[in-house]
């Protein structure tokens, strides 16, 4: 997997390949080697960035899934990669849902893996802010608590490894990085009429023990787009590169493999 920074301090993993380029953005707490696995197996062009202040990526204050998208097309402009397929998962599926919004033209086809077009519940918001404070207090702790509840309770046994590398991953990133994304996920637009408007296909992956967003609201939405195709994936909490990569692998092959016959 090659690494590179762009002219506009974006970091990015890229594999060249044979049909339409494909965009894959990392969640919250990720980085781009979440992809790893997924870039080495598809056949496609693949360019997966890290948000800014990950990695090597530089950072200006982007506090909101809307900055982030922007930021995310200019660098998408200097690759000269566009239009593309993009795929997000958990953040990342807020990024490039926005991203669709903004530049319908740029979009051939949508992905959402373990994301949604809603807003933050009211709850949501609350265990969102409660982290902000935490983190205004210098304490990572909460979130590096939390981490374990992303996996299944079978896979948070199974994968204790990963687990300690997204908690190190935590540790290495700022708190400034840290507040800008829970703010911007926090602050997010309800996507969800909009999703009535795309006429491109999307890609819906759910899973059945994912502990943030529940298989039965990713059904209901995909009801509400014109091209929809919608996985779920069994036995697998939010964190499916990591919990179930195979599947989810085939999931995006079959997916592509569709959009050539559309």
């Known amino acids: 997997m090659n690494k590179i920074i762009s002219k506009n301090g974006i970091e990015y993993a890229f594999k060249k390949g044979v049909g339409e380029p494909v965009i894959l953005l990392h969640g919250f707490l990720e980085d781009l080697n979440m992809w790893q696995g997924v870039i080495a197996a598809i056949p496609n062009p693949v360019y997966a960035p890290n948000f800014p202040g990950i990695g090597n990526s530089s950072f200006e204050n982007q506090n909101s899934i809307n900055s982030l998208s922007k930021k995310i097309r200019n660098w998408f402009s200097e690759l000269n990669i566009l239009p593309a397929i993009v795929l997000g998962h958990s953040m990342g599926g807020y990024v490039a849902l926005q991203f669709a919004k903004n530049y319908p033209e740029n979009v051939l086809a949508l992905g959402l893996l373990q994301s949604t077009s809603k807003p933050d519940s009211s709850s949501k918001i609350e265990s969102r802010n409660s982290l902000i404070a935490h983190l205004n207090n210098y304490s990572k702790k909460a979130i590096i608590q939390s981490i374990p509840s992303l996996f299944s309770n079978i896979s948070a046994q199974n994968f204790q490894q990963s687990i300690s590398e997204i908690q190190q991953n935590v540790e290495q990133t700022s708190t400034e990085v840290l ?77 592509l493999i569709l959009l050539k016959e559309i």
Request: glycine share 2%; proline share 4%; with cysteine.
């Open 179 to 255: 507040l800008s994304q829970i703010e911007a996920m926090r602050d997010r637009a309800d996507h969800s009429v909009f999703l009535q408007e795309i006429k491109k296909p999307v890609l819906l992956v759910s899973s059945t023990n994912d502990s943030l967003f529940q298989v039965r609201d990713v059904i209901e939405e995909s009801f509400l787009i014109n091209k929809a195709v919608v996985c779920i994936l069994p036995n697998t909490g939010h964190m499916a590169t990591y919990e179930n990569p195979s599947k989810l692998l085939k999931v995006i092959n079959d997916f």
